[in-house]
Structures are given as C-alpha cells and as structure tokens.
C-alpha cells in the first residue's frame, strides 16, 4: 500500500478498511517494491520499528531500506533475493538487523515474495512484511550465551548431565558427558544399555542396580564407580541421579557425568599415605607401649593399664591387686653367661609368667629383671592367691639355654587397690616395698604391703605436696662447697647443695625434707630445677672469668628416667658459652644396683655430653669389683663417716686405705668427704688422696658468698700451711 499518494477514505472497500485495521493491529510492517525502478511503499509501523515517522524516511527508495541494514545482514539479504528471483527459494525470508533512529540495530524479520514478473523473466514487483523480532533475538542471544556458559562451566568442572525419558526411551547427553566418554554425537548413539556395558563388572552391579531402584521405586543415587571411555580408558566417575514422578509413575530420570578420576587418584595417595602413616604410627606406638626384649607391656602402658583397672574396681566394687616382680639370682645368670644368655632366659620367664595369669590380666616388664603383675575384677583379696602362687612357680620353672640349666625364684610384693587408695605411682612403690620385704624374709614368696601404714603414707604424701608448693613457690636455693687439692691448695671445684629456705623455719639441710622424696617423681622435677639453676650460675660466673666445675647430686629415680639425658641436652644447650666439663654429676653406689646396665649406658651418654661422674658416699653400698669395673666414672668420694674417724679408728683408716688402693687400681680419682682438721688433710695426703672437702674447708654458702671466700682463701689457706 503506497502511503506516498494514498487513496481517499472514499474509494477504499470495506475490505480493504479491515485489512488496514487487522494489519496495523498486527503491529506488521508492510513494504511494497517496484524491482526495477526501486520504488518502496510502506506502512507507519514498518518505519516506526526503526524509530521513524512515514514523512522522516520520504522520499523512499530501495536505497532507503538497504542503507539502514547491517551490512552483514545486507550480502545475506541480496543472496537470498536472488535465490527467490532465480526460483531456488518460493519465499524470501531473512532475519537482519536494522538501524535505529538512535543509533543501535534491532532486529527483523523481512519476508516477501514476487508478485509480477516481467515478460523477460525479471521480477517487477514485490510484497513482503517487517516483523520485529528483537526480544526474540535477545532471548536467542541469552539462552545461547547460557548454553556456552553451562557448556564451558561443565568442560571445566568435568561435569556432564543427562536426562532419560522413560515414555520415549531416548537417552540425552550433553556435550561433557560426551567428551568424558571420549566419543561424539555423531559417532555415538547413547542408550541405557550401552552406557551401563562400559562400566567395570562391580560398578555395572551397582549402576544396574541402582537404575532399577530408580525407575521401578523412584530412589535417587549418588555414586562412584569405574567405566571405561569409548576409547577403552579407564577412568573414574560420579553419576547421580534424581527422579521425576507424576501419580506415583516414574517419567524421567536425570543427573550428571562427573570425571573424577584426578580426585581419586589423589584420594588413593592419600589412603595409601595414611595406611602407611597408621602402620608407622601403629610401630610407634608398639615401641613406646611394649618391652622391645620380652614385647610385654612397658611403664607407659602399665600406668594406662592400672588407671583402667582402677577405674573398673570401683565401679564394680571389687579390687585390683597390683604385684611388683624380682627375679631372685638373675644378676649371678646375667654376670656368669652374659647378657646374651641373660636376654633369652628373661624372654622365657616372661612367658611362663604371662601364661600363670588370667586372661585380662597385665604383665609388664619395667626394667631389667623387675615385672609388674596386675591382677584385675578380684572380690576377695584371697583370689589372688591362687595366681600368686602361679607366678612364684612359673619363675622358678627351670630353663635350658644354650645347654645350661638355668633356674632362679622370684619375690613377689602385693598391694591392693581400692584399700590402698594411692596413685599408681605410689601403688607401685608400696609393691615395691613389699617385694624388698619377701627378699628379707627368704625369697621365693610375696609378701602384702602393711595397710596399717597408710596413715604414714598419708602423711607422706601431705609432705611431697608441700615440697611441690615450696619448689613451684621458688623456695629452694642452692649453696656451695668447695672441693680442694690438697698438694697445692687450689680449689678444683664446687659442689652444689640444695637448701629449703623454709618461710617459718628457716634454712634447711637436705637430710630434713630429700628423704620424702625417695622414689617420688617430684625428686626428678627437683633434681632438674637443681641442675638448671646450678647451670644458671655457672653462667653468670662466667661473665666474671670465674669458671670452675660444679657437681650435682643425681637421685637413683632420676638417673634412670627415660627422659633424663635428652631433657639433659636440652639444658645444656641453652647455655652454649659455658665450656665443656663444666658440670659434674655425684650418684650414690645404689643407683646403679639394680639395673647397672641401664646406668652405665646412661653415664656414657652424659659422657659424650662433656659431664663426667662421682660415686659419692664409697663405702656405705654394696658395690662389687664388676660394678666398679662397668661404670665409667671418674671419682670415687670417700663417705665422711670414714673419714671423721680415721685419726682414732684404726679399722677406718684401713678401710680408706683399701679404697684408694682400689681406686687406683681401677684408675678412679679419690675425693675425701668430712674432712674437719689440718690433721686429717695432712694424713689423707700420706696415704695418697689429694682431694679433700669438708667443714674444715669451708661450709656450703650461698653464690654471692663464694667469690669473697675463694680471695680469702687463695690469699691464705687454712687448713693446710703449705709445706706439705
């Protein structure tokens, strides 16, 4: 219709009133085009898609309509129009953008067809229509951008989706799921068979399985499985799976594809990292819980062991008897064949031992040829007779290693929990006690700690948890006295004294409070405070050029704890200035009794360390030539109660004499305690002892007192004149 000349309301028909009316309700554009002269007619709405008026756009040409197309769009129009003019196409259809009035396109679709030809074949005329198609486009645009977005999302993440249509049967892919199963829409046709064949044989149970579940029960699942790729690879998968139901029928099955196989292959490592980790953890834990000779259960486990049963016997109302063990003659098989032999008899008395008891009962070793039995869910003390009894002849049990006939008793010590209400330290220390007793009634029995003590005990322990709030309340200090040659006069070293600056009775000696520390672990916390402020002390000396050895008293419990030369090498190492043999160590003879294996091995570590070691108070023990012989130190200290004596007992003085004769011959330094008099330096110096200590030196003195004293001496000795 040619809005340029249009014709009067009067000579249009009703008809083509409607037709007006229908097509501009339609919001159509119309557009009729003279070919050949390139003549165009439209309607308002064709120019108003573009943002025009009619009378903008006059006068109108083909040209009008062509230079508002992007030019794009406008080689795919032409191509078109000439496959329609040529009769390839019967209508013309494009979808182009078109410039707006503001500057931007939108988007329309162009339909026409010729309707006159001319006699040479040439198109003459055509109608079309303009439909404006822009929000379509746009959609278009957005779904399509989306669909990229989720295509690409799902190539990185590796996860691909999947919907079955139960109605129709047909099985969709996306194009990850593809591309996880290495294959292509063309060359591969999915179906719930195929895919379910390409699972390994476990996973095509599961997935065959769970498949069924889903479409005859409407159960969802969320799965990992193993598949092979269409190429043969295997991989590793996530598939799940949601249902969709209506009236209770399942229609539709939907979930993804995930490749996973990365993550499990790192799952794998790390599996195997912790596998490896337990077992490693698991060695741990049998080298810090079990005896390495005899695989009994060692002091850590022991005290786990007690705590437990402790635990139970008074819940249940019953009690436990806890049972300290000592092979009597083990040191005669040990010192007669050596440790070899030694090591396989304990490994076979460990077993005899083990089977005389109940099953749930504990064995463990707790050191050289010591056990502890703990006897568990016992309703009268008597039912532990019966396994006692056991125990004493299980040791007894002779055994032949390597040919010999080998045979021992043992004493046992009992103490019973919950009558005796102690700790498992303390439970073990009454045991002990009560073995020590069995051994001085005859060996070969046990013998049950004395209830009737335990107000003693009590009281004991009221004492331990007094020193624990003297110690925490920094109430110890340390004192000095020096040691003396006594062929020169010069003071050759220190020994560090400990002293309870009690806050109602003042300074006290060792003797008024180390004795309640026997065999308590407070005595090692004691000693390590003891080592640590005499290492404190040597450094500030230091800084004043006064460098000289100090010696510490080490107690038996101490020396033998597990911890002590690594907890040693720690405190030694926060004082790197100080030089080496600036610390000694005093043991007393009896701490190396029982397990001198043990302790020798202990000295020879500390050795290495730059601390050497002194038997202090020689004479008072029960020290052999082998035990001499073994331990690697290098003083034996004379005990004053010799020494003191020695100017009116003539069975002292032969006693001295003997020592330093031993000592020599072992090459062992001797050191004099108690020395009072000159008299004494004077005959300790005949009979070839040089080092001397005692009051008749000097007194044990605070630190600050000690740089004061040490000018007096060096400026006049007395104790010694020096023509000596």
Known sequence: MDKSSPPTAQSKSDNEERLELVINASGVGV????????????????????????????????????????????????????????????LYEVEARMRHKKGHYVWVLASGKVVEWQEDGQPKR?????????????????????????????????????????ETGLLYWTAETYRIHEAN???????????VDYFLPGSREKISAALDQATNHGVGYDLELETLTTQGRKIDVRTTCNVTQKDGATLRLSGIFQDISEQK??????????????????????????????????RILLSERMQQAMTRSVRNNQSVAIAFIDLDGFKTINDSYGHSTGDQFLRQIAGHLKLSLREGDTLARIGGDEFVAVLDGLNEHIDSHTILTRMLEAAATELIIDGKPLKVSTSIGVTFYPQNNSSPDQLLRHADHAMYKAKQLGKGRWHVFDIEQDVAVKHRHEEIERLRLALQNEEFTLFYQPKVDLSSNKVIALEALIRWNHPEQGILPPAAFLPVLEHDILSIELGEWVIKTALKQLHRWYSTAMEMPISVNISPLQLQHPDFVSKLDQMLKEFPILSANSLEFEILESSALKDIDRVSAVIKECNQLGIIFSIDDFGTGYSSLTYLKRLPTEYLKIDQSFIREMLIDTDNLTIIQGIIGLAKAFGLKVIAEGVETPAHGEKLLTMGCLLAQGYGIAKPMPANELPGWLEQWNANPKLIDGTL
Not at 139 to 157: D, F, G
Not at 185 to 195: K, L, M, Q, R, S
Not at 265 to 292: G, M
């Open 31 to 90: 557009w009729d085009w003279q070919v050949q002269s390139g003549d165009l007619t439209f309607n308002e709405r064709w120019a108003e898609i573009i943002g025009f008026t009619l009378e903008e756009l006059l006068p109108i040409k083909f040209d009008t309509w062509s230079d508002n197309v992007h030019p794009e769009d406008l080689v795919k129009a032409n191509k078109l129009l000439e496959q329609h003019w040529a009769g390839e196409v019967d």
């Open 126 to 166: 055509m109608l079309g229509t303009h439909l404006d198609i822009t929000d379509r486009k746009e959609r278009e645009s957005e779904r399509t951008i989306a669909s990229q977005l989720l295509n690409e999302s799902q190539k990185v993440a590796k996860v691909g989706g999947w919907e079955l249509n139960l």
């Open 185 to 195: 829409p063309d060359e591969f046709d999915p179906t719930v068979d195929a895919g």
């Open 265 to 298: 292959v790192v799952q794998r490592k790390l599996e195997l990292s912790n596998l490896n980790l337990e077992k490693a953890n698991t060695a741990l834990k049998l080298s810090a819980h079990y005896d390495a000779l005899t695989e009994l259960p060692n």
